[in-house]
């Protein structure tokens, strides 16, 4: 069965990986908040009360605000702790925020005191909405505490997202949208009610940038194979081909690669296409083995498909269990915009250890554990044999380290 994000996925995460982001104890932290003053800190909005009492940030308002961070983040470990009102109520830390005038958007660490429970869950505030919801998830959901302090814990690793609630783990999330940003304190604007918030700290571990394998200029460290053309004009790599042409073409890295993010700018003119990873090239028909992220202008697009094995291992969506039934038609609107497009698309693949997940113009298309594939291979690029085929490339990227 394939699995998406929710915590049953992180059963298959080994125990070292899920360490990763746990707390050591020896931890070298830098505190965000002196506990006598907001230096650091700043209030974007023209409303929103914030003051600074017994060592505690206080956030009062009559509508929904946000205090944040002077300072922008890429990587790094935040711990924090808030303490919610009586009554109704509901708040969040921004990771990696973005902010303009009366304005606060990007992925939000959710504290939801609700019913449905979905305290540490990720939700992206004013874009795509939630994006981890916790559903079906218990010992997510019953991680806050409504009535004391709750700590939590983020950590940022390049397109990776891990969140805790009081030690309990409860979003492990790989997103391509945001590398840096500011941390968040949210008021969620229910009226004159007062959010707590103390020992905030960080630290920080770089930043992460995407650099080009495919630059527009050449064709170095590429190899064409099988059918069809392969050129650059205009700075863009452009594959064609005809339906009397059996053969499918391939462009292939020389180089092979393990774990990775890789992000593809494209456009199909016509037919159907992939980008492959952890493949190796071979004599059979197709003329390569691996797992290909689907390219073509249909709600395949980013589907997972396994030539020389397993055939699809997922289409897009598959996901959808784990969203609440108000939530999929949301999703289903985003996903059908994000495919359905003649313009320039990107496609964002990730994968880490067992982990492959795929994202179409940001939208999550597949994400899944797969213990059975290859961990290594060459990327390639096809052209699909028996077809009338156009592929353009803009570029190929991969998410690196900054040194």
Known sequence: MW???SLVLLLFISSSEFAAG??????????LFDGKTTEGWHNPFDWGEVSVVDGEIHLVAKKKFFLMSNEDYGDYVFEGEMHLPEGKSNSGFMVRGQEAKNRVFGYQCEVDPSDRKWSGGLYDEGRRKWLNPLKDQPEAQDALNKTDWNKYRIVCEG??????VNGVKTTDYYDPVDLTGKIGLQHHGEKDQLYRFKNLKVIKRGRHRWVPIFDGTSLDGWNATGGGDWKIKDGVLLGTSTKDETKHGLLTSEKSYGDFTARITFRIGEGNSGFYFHSEPNTSGVGISGIQAELENSALMGGLYETG??????KPLHYFPTFAEDRQAIRKKQWDKAWNSDDWMTMVVSAHGD???????DILASDVVDPKGRKSGKFAVQLHGGQDMKVEVKSIELLEKEK
């Open 22 to 31: 746990q707390e050591t104890g020896d931890e070298n932290f830098t505190s």
């Open 355 to 361: 982990r492959i997940v795929t994202h179409v113009n």
């Open 3 to 5: 699995l998406r994000f």
């Open 309 to 314: 094995g397993r055939g699809w291992m997922v």
């Open 159 to 164: 397109d990776h997202l891990e969140f805790w």
